[in-house]
């Protein structure tokens, strides 16, 4: 039943900020397949592919599993200084493969993201947890322009980032990349969950976690036939998998962004340490770089939880078992 877990308990309510995108799609259906999360909206950002393209698929890929219900806004189109520039080569210019309703059901709610988000955390009688797994383009406009709401959210998480190395550029994680200021002045506002609240809770799950959690070709064989959420997710895996083979060399496709959503669902996954994380925004070699004391050598409080590491064999047999479930309810 929506709403409760599966232990009759209340589900965490969670909206959703992406940029649908191969993983993106993936993360909307493991929020909508566990019992655990209630998915209560979804906001849509430029990244992967144009806010058009985002926002189009984020609408297709809830009728594909039956979540029509779910309210979906538009939020921005471009980053807050930068010029968009997208993963098209990833993700291909419509940002989704595989066999999807052609046009959406519906269209996107008549308000933007950040009126939707306004309005969910406005109403909301517990904290709402926001996750984002695009730029942070609409979360930065949530730290300025809503701060008598920031305690109605009960933390942030990111698929954003990296420790090390970047994947975009040698320094810079993509969604990070993309828009360096907004992530700047998320971070700034950020803390450590469950520390003393000096923010908002924030946790960073980024590719030093996400490159673990990688699906394969024999994932997708698992899933495919297994109704239309299973080919669908096939097919989606044949595209991100075939991606990642040819460009990186690489057995499989990290999943980046489902890593948010099976970390509310098991915290235990994914290892993290609180680190002060600071964005640089200039400089034309780093920009977008997520500059994470490690070592805590600047003395600097930390301001979020930093993913280190994932407990791969988990989070795949939990990514594949829910879709598989998410097939058979849908079907
Ligand atoms: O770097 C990976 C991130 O960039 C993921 O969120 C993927 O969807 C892309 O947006
Ligand atoms: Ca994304």
């Known amino acids: 039943m929506i709403g409760t877990d599966a232990t009759g308990g209340v589900a965490r309510k969670v909206l959703l900020d992406c940029d649908p995108g191969h993983d993106d799609a993936i993360a909307i ?27 189009s698929n984020a609408l297709r890929v809830l009728d594909l599993i039956g979540r029509a219900d779910i309210p979906v806004a538009a939020g921005r189109a471009g980053p807050r200084e930068r010029e968009l520039s997208t993963a098209a080569v990833m993700h291909g210019e419509g940002g989704l493969a595989g066999p999807l309703p052609i046009a959406p059901s519906r269209g996107p709610a008549d308000c933007t993201a950040l009126e939707l988000i306004e309005q969910v955390l406005t109403e909301a009688v517990e904290p709402v947890t926001l996750v984002a797994t695009g730029p942070l383009t609409n979360m930065a406009d949530v730290v300025e322009s809503l701060p008598h709401l920031h305690h109605m959210i ?7 980032g990296a420790v090390d190395l970047g994947n975009w550029t040698p320094a810079a994680e993509f969604n990070i990349w993309v828009d360096p200021h907004a992530a700047d002045i ?12 000096t923010g908002i809770p924030l946790t960073m799950i980024g590719l030093e976690v996400t490159h673990r959690a990688w699906l394969t070709d024999e994932h997708a064989d698992e899933l495919r036939g297994t109704g239309d959420v299973g080919q669908f997710v096939a097919e989606l ?7 990642h083979q040819d460009r990186f060399g690489w057995e499989g496709a990290p999943i980046h962004d489902a890593v948010t959503i099976a970390h509310l669902i098991d915290p235990t996954l994914v290892t993290a340490i609180p ?6 925004t200039e400089s034309p070699l780093c920009s977008g770089r997520t500059v ?18 994932i407990d791969r064999n988990r989070f795949v047999t939990m990514l594949v078992q829910r879709l598989q479930h998410l097939g058979s309810e849908s079907a």
């Open 29 to 55: 259906m493991l929020a909508v397949a566990d019992p655990s999360i209630d998915l209560i909206a979804v906001t849509t950002v430029a990244g992967n592919v144009t806010l058009e393209h985002t926002t």
């Open 154 to 160: 009960r933390e942030l998480v990111i698929m954003g």
């Open 186 to 197: 998320v971070f700034r506002a950020g803390c450590v969950p469950g520390a003393e609240r």
């Open 237 to 243: 895996l044949d595209h991100f998998v075939g991606f």
């Open 275 to 280: 680190m002060n994380v600071q964005i640089e």
């Open 292 to 309: 994470a004391d490690r070592w805590s050598v600047t003395g600097l409080p930390a301001n979020a939880l930093v993913g280190l590491d």
